[in-house]
Each structure stands twice: as C-alpha cells, then as structure tokens.
C-alpha cells in the first residue's frame, strides 16, 4: 500500500517484550483482514522492548508493506504508546488491541460493524476472562466498577484493549498517566456514543505479564484525576471556590458567635479552640478561593499553550522502508 493513500482502519499495537508472539498476530491478523472489504495498516508501537522484539517487527516490517513500526528510546508505558500509535494512524477509524495474543483479532469486524451502526467508540468485554481471579480479574472488577460509578460511564471491563475508535473522536483525546483505559470515560465529555460487545479472551501463552496487584493503585489516582477532568478541569474555581466559601462561611459563622460571647456576654474567648477553629476555617477558605483563581489561570494558559508528547521516538519503520 502506497504511504500516500490512506487506509480505511489502522490497527493500533502497543508492544513491549512480546518476540514469541508477534509474528502468529501478525498471521492472525492477516487472516482476519485480508478478505476483508477494506484496506488496513498495522502499527505496532515498541514501548522499549528489551527482548527481539524490534527484530521481529522489523522483519514483519519488510515481508508486509500494511505494517508500519514505531520505536520508543525506552518504556514509557501503555498509554504514551497508544497516545504515539493514534497520532500516526492514518485511517478514519482505529482499532487497538495487546501484542501478547489474549484479545483474539477475529473479533475485529464485530467491532467494526457496531462503528458502523452509528456508534463512536466500540469496547470489548472479557466476559468470560481467561486470567487468574485474586490478582486480576478481582482488581479489575473493582476497578470496573469504580470507574463506572465515578464517571458515570457504566462498561463491564474499561481495561480490555480490544476497542475501535472513529479517529476524530481519539485524536482529541489527551493521553498520560495510565489514562488509556479511561478513553471513553473522558471521551464521554465530547457527547460520544458508546457501545460494549462481548469478545473472546485466551490465556497467555507466552511471554510474561505486564500488570499486577499494584497497578490497581495507580488506576485509583488517575480516576481521581479523570473526574477532576470530565467535571472541573475547565471551571476549577467552582470545586475550590465552593469548598473555600463553605469553609469562609462557617469560620465566620463561629467568628460572629464569639464576638458575640466576647461582648454581648462579657465572656472572655481568648482561651477557647473555637477560636482557633474560626481562625482557621476562614484563612483556609481564602486560600482555597485564591487556588481555584490560579486554576482558573492555569486553565486559560494551557489551552493557548502547545501540548507536549509523553514519548520519545527512537526510529520509525514506514510504509516507505524507509527509517525516519
């Protein structure tokens, strides 16, 4: 396929220490696409393999024109290699899927035949998840249901990759942190339509995992940035100032009180934590007042500022052959 013609779907793999499965995807994949009615690419992104995983790619890279190879300088994590992937993908729709051979390609036209009914985003659902239940699939039911209740977008399972995009809609979606599988949560704010299908799930069968127990932490911090981001982020003056005047309020409300005992009661206050609590209660409502006016700044700032990428590219194998 010609660099200068854009294909129909491109498919987005980030990879990272997979040589033993790449080149049975890449088969699979082929046999799932290559009778299929539209022209496809495949981009894998080399999140800095330490295994032969670039040579694989690299020999993938040559025996099919359709793949193209992004390689990072080092790991820099799921998220910055989609976030890489969706910024050269070239199709109007993108689908995304793991390198380790757990998401089964065959379910690809499924995906793509939702889209196709009018929706915006497609996810997969590993209703019947061939991974081990306390150190997976349980922390990710937690989490699931977590990031439901939180956003308000109710999936089954927000951590499958298995999941096609229109490319309009996930190219105006900021990526960092570990925010890939909270894509159409924060997508959601653009009035995005989102289905859910049911896809296969095979256990790994070579290679290692790359999650564990302790990632669970690191998606429960990034929930907390989501919300702040699907409900503050453009009006932070609202969260902090709300809070700043409730307790600008209730220091007042104590400080009118003494005063009160002070003078209407001749009582002396000097001596009393409700003073104190006063004191504290007003100062601290003007600081939360005055953080959300530089939040408000800040907001302001960085939408005329240019964003910066969470990846750095080592070399890029295109459909050209030629390294960039």
């Not at 024109?65 to 969706?86: C, D, E, H, M, Y």
């Not at 100062?283 to 953080?291: A, D, E, N, R």
Request: glycine content about 8%.
């Amino acid at each position: 396929m010609s660099s200068d013609v854009s294909p129909d779907v491109s498919l987005v793999i980030p990879v990272f220490n997979e040589e033993g499965n790449l080149t049975k995807l890449h088969q699979e994949i082929t046999e799932v696409l290559g009778p299929y009615d539209r022209s496809y690419e495949i981009l894998f992104v080399d999140d800095g393999s330490t295994d032969a995983s670039f040579a694989v790619l690299s020999s993938l890279h040559h025996q099919d024109s359709r793949v193209r190879v992004i390689r990072f300088r080092k790991n820099f994590g799921q998220t910055a290699a989609l976030a890489a992937g969706f910024a050269e993908a070239r199709a109007p729709v993108i689908v995304t899927l793991d390198a380790d051979l757990q998401n089964e390609p065959r379910d690809i036209p499924l995906l793509l035949a939702r889209l196709d009914s009018g929706f915006d985003i497609v996810c997969g659902w590993r209703k019947n998840r061939k991974d081990p239940f306390l150190s997976r699939r349980l922390p990710s039911q937690i989490a699931n249901w977590l990031i439901s209740v939180t956003t308000g977008v109710r999936l089954h399972d927000y951590g499958c990759t298995l999941k096609a995009f229109r490319s309009d809609v996930v190219k105006n979606v900021h990526l960092y942190g570990e925010m890939h599988r909270f894509i159409p949560a924060v997508a959601s704010s653009m009035g995005v339509s989102i289905d859910e299908v049911v896809v296969g799930h095979r256990p790994r069968s070579q290679g290692e995992s790359k999650y564990g127990i302790s990632r669970t932490f690191r998606v429960i911090l990034d929930l907390m940035t989501v919300k702040f981001l699907l409900s503050y982020s453009s009006r932070p003056l609202q969260i902090f100032g709300s809070a700043g005047l409730l307790m600008g309020v209730a220091g007042m409300f104590f400080g009118a009180y003494l005063t009160w005992v002070k003078y209407g009661l001749g009582h002396a206050i000097a001596g009393r934590p409700l003073l104190l609590l006063a004191s504290l209660l007003m100062l601290g409502g003007l600081q939360l007042v005055s953080l959300g006016l530089v939040g408000e700044l800040l907001v302001r700032l960085n939408q005329e500022s240019r964003r910066t990428k969470p990846y750095s590219i080592r070399e890029t194998l295109d459909n050209d052959d030629e390294e960039k």
